[in-house]
C-alpha cells in the first residue's frame, strides 16, 4: 500500500503544482490580451488626434490661401502688387502645399478626395492669378474670372471641412 499511497501522494502534488502552473499561464495570457487592448485603444487615440491636427491645420491653411488670393486680386486691382504681396501669397500657397502633403499621407480616401479637389482649385487660380500679374493672361482668363473661380473656391471647402468632421466623429 505504500506505493499506491505514494502514487497518490505523487498525483495530489503534480495537480497541485499543474493547477497553479495553469492558473498563472491563464492569468498571463489574460494580462497579454489586456495590454494589446490598451495599446490598440491608445493607437486609435493617436490616430485621432494625428488626423484632427492635420485637418485642422490644413483646413487653416486652405482657408489663409483662399483669403491670400483673395487679397492679392485686390491689390492687383487697386494699387498694383508689391514684393510684400508676392511674398504674403507665396507663403499662404507654400502652408498649404505642406499641410496638403501631410493630408496626402494620413487622411482616408472620402477626406482626400474633397481636399485634392480643394488643391486643384487653389493652385489653379494661383496660376492664374500669376499669369494675370505677368501680364500673360491665358484663354479666357481675366480678373473677372480669376475673381470668380477664387470665390468658388469656399464651396469645395465647405465639402473638405464636413468630410473632415464627418471622419472625426464630429457633427
Given at each position: ?30 494580462k ?40 492679392h ?69 481675366s ?13 469645395p ?15
Open positions: 500500500m505504500e506505493i499506491g499511497a505514494m502514487v497518490i501522494a505523487v498525483a495530489g502534488v503534480a495537480g497541485t503544482l499543474g493547477g497553479a502552473l495553469l492558473t498563472q499561464r491563464g492569468a498571463a495570457r489574460a497579454r490580451r489586456e495590454i494589446e487592448l490598451v495599446r490598440a485603444h491608445d493607437e486609435i487615440r493617436e490616430n485621432q488626434a494625428l488626423r484632427r491636427s492635420c485637418y485642422t491645420e490644413l483646413n487653416r491653411d486652405a482657408r489663409q490661401f483662399t483669403t491670400a488670393l483673395n487679397r486680386l485686390h491689390a492687383m486691382r487697386e494699387r498694383g502688387v508689391e514684393e510684400a504681396d508676392r511674398a504674403a501669397l507665396d507663403a499662404a500657397k507654400d502652408a498649404f502645399r505642406d499641410r496638403y502633403s501631410e493630408a496626402q499621407m494620413i487622411a482616408p480616401d472620402p477626406v482626400l478626395a474633397p481636399a485634392t479637389e480643394v488643391h486643384h482649385a487653389l493652385t489653379a487660380v494661383y496660376g492664374q492669378v500669376k499669369r494675370l500679374e505677368r501680364g500673360t493672361p491665358g484663354p479666357g482668363e480678373m473677372e474670372s480669376a475673381v470668380a473661380a477664387q470665390q468658388g473656391i469656399w464651396g471647402l465647405r465639402e473638405m471641412r464636413a468630410a473632415m468632421r464627418a471622419d472625426l466623429g464630429v457633427g
